[in-house]
């Protein structure tokens, strides 16, 4: 089926769908022209979706709305992350749809850099004394004590746009940077070498620390499993910022408990809230992130740059949009 037709600035409706981002707020700021309205919940998205030409969109979407949404042309994508859309069906719907992949690369990045830091620099522990009002003595032990990160091998599993950011800030801290991608001929950007995802054990010998940043597929799920945690170093830390699915959790546990690695940090797990009863919160040394490591102050105002972007090119008549998914 050919794309829907999108309607003239005039005609058109944006729908705002997000229980937190203030997407509306900082739209109505551009003065843009267009009519809007914002939704905080799956039910008022359910109830008002009929009324969108476009929808921005990430956690809330649902695939059965695609039937209940007969003027929707466009979905731009607020998350970079896309698993969530049923690709053929909004296809065969004429819906389009792009990602917001880029929108959060510089914050990704630091997010992911601030973790591997926290781990060496032992900061998480250092709130956990400041909490308890102990002063922890010197230590004796050189495996124990705080690390440097000049020397360290970093693997990174994704070399996109955030792994490339990624691997820029680590060369900044002296690190040895080995970057895992699908296409090693895309490139190694800052990395010191770049080899392809049949690579990933052997490098895992090697790593100091280990940050995904990869999309999540069928490639992808459980990347970090059993079997990759058993060939780490035990000093190595795994640091996951791109899927929750990307590491498989009851390995992971497993390994933090028999200190098989030396610690991990996640801003992404399987089950989003993370419930209370998930032993990850009481799993040892491991410092956890809520899916924050994109959610900065800019954010908003960076995926409306990219819509605007899309509705240009689609009222030009151009057949490309950027971060294209449909």
């Known amino acids: 089926m050919s794309a829907r037709p999108l309607p003239a600035k005039d005609r058109l409706s944006i729908c705002f769908a997000h229980v937190a981002y203030r997407m509306g707020e900082r739209f109505a700021l551009r003065d843009a022209g267009m009519n809007w309205f914002e939704v905080r919940s799956l039910d008022e998205l359910q109830a008002r979706i009929a009324e969108a030409d476009v929808l921005a969109c990430s956690g809330l979407w649902r695939n059965e709305f695609i039937a209940r949404a007969p003027r929707l042309a466009f979905i731009q994508s607020i998350s970079a992350g896309t698993d969530q859309y049923a690709c053929e069906a909004l296809r065969a719907a004429g819906i ?20 591997i830091l926290a781990m060496a620099r032992q900061i998480a522990q250092a709130r956990d004394n400041q909490v308890a009002k102990e002063w922890r003595g010197m230590i004796g032990d050189r495996s124990q004590r705080e690390d440097e990160l000049g020397g360290k091998t970093l693997v990174i599993a994704g070399m996109g746009r955030i792994g490339s950011r990624l691997a820029t ?12 991608r699908r296409d090693p001929a895309k490139g190694a950007g800052a990395a010191d070498k770049v080899l392809g995802q049949d690579s990933l054990l052997e490098v895992l010998r090697d790593a100091d620390f280990v940050a995904l940043t990869c999309p999540l597929t069928p490639q992808t799920e459980n990347l970090i499993d059993a079997k990759a945690l058993a060939v780490m170093k035990p000093s190595a830390y795994v640091v996951n910022v791109a899927r929750g699915r990307v590491v498989n959790e009851p390995a992971l546990l497993e390994a933090l408990r028999a200190e098989r690695i030396a610690g991990a940090a996640l801003d992404c797990v399987w089950e989003e809230p993370l419930p209370v009863t998930s032993e990850l919160w009481s799993a040892p040394n491991l410092l956890i992130t809520p899916h924050t490591a994109g959610e900065t102050r800019r954010y908003e105002d960076n995926v409306i740059d990219l819509l605007l972007e899309n509705l240009g090119r689609m009222w ?3 057949t490309a949009l950027k971060n294209q998914l449909v």
Do not use: T
Not at 169 to 180: G, P, S, Y
């Open 169 to 180: 800030l680590a060369k900044a801290f002296d690190m040895r940077v080995i970057a895992i």
């Open 96 to 115: 389009r749809v792009a990602s917001a992949q880029g929108v959060n690369e510089r914050a990704v990045a630091e997010h992911a850099i601030a973790l």
């Open 316 to 318: 030009r008549g151009e």
